[in-house]
């Protein structure tokens, strides 16, 4: 707690300073970023960092993997959908980006197989991505290790969930008219680099 603390100080002399004027204008106007941005939850991989951004530039929902589940308007608390929901209908935002990562945690856990010691919900979530898996282990490679297989998937699952923002009405009627560019990235944690999916 004391090195977020200290953290928060550095902002408030240096990022903080830096767009003070910008918060006060998107304190007084509001928010209209142009991307959204879904990323994995994972501490090496924050969209607003990796892609530089200032304050109201992006809007972003982070969880597990980067996963987007498929349209599905139940009573389930559909928390990414919801994210999803708010950037494309309020917002209007013009890009949504899915950003993959190397050395994901939850793809190596999917790509571990059923084990019993995955907890109460990582393994129901990572089942969105049971596609991406498939493709991967029904086409081998030869001399292919474990790594390899992983970075693999992680690629997979980016391209199931930009299929799965397509089963969301209002995401398919605006890529069909232009107004809505969907895109999926996979940033490299060693190198900083990122690839087009
Ligand atoms: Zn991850």
């Known amino acids: 707690m004391n090195n977020l603390m200290a953290g928060h100080k550095r902002f408030r ?6 767009y003070q004027k910008r918060f006060a204008t998107l304190a007084r106007e509001g928010q209209a970023p142009e991307a959204m941005v879904i990323a994995c939850s994972d501490s090496r991989v ?3 960092v990796i892609f530089d ?4 530039e992006i809007f972003v929902v982070r969880n597990v993997s980067n996963l987007v589940p498929p349209y599905a308007p139940d009573t389930g608390n559909h928390g990414t959908s919801a994210a999803l929901e708010f950037a494309v209908t309020v917002l209007k935002v013009k890009t949504l980006v899915v950003l993959g990562h190397s050395l994901c945690g939850g793809i190596r856990t999917l790509m571990s197989g059923p084990a019993s010691n995955h ?3 990582i393994e129901s979530w990572m089942a969105i991505a049971q596609t991406a898996r498939k493709r991967v282990c029904d086409s ?6 474990f790594d390899s297989l992983c970075y693999r998937c992680e690629n ?3 391209r199931v969930s930009l299929s799965n923002l397509m089963t969301f009405p209002w995401i ?3 890529v069909k008219t232009g107004e809505l560019t969907l895109a999926g990235l996979h940033f490299d944690v060693q190198t900083g680099k990122l690839e087009t999916i």
Do not use: K, L
Request: hydrophobic residues 20%.
């Open 156 to 158: 997979e699952s980016i």
């Open 53 to 56: 951004c200032a304050p109201g």
């Open 172 to 174: 398919a009627s605006r």
């Open 140 to 145: 081998p490679e030869q001399g292919e290790d």
């Open 46 to 48: 924050s969209p607003e």
């Open 13 to 18: 002399n240096g990022y903080w300073r830096r």
């Open 119 to 121: 907890g109460d919900f």
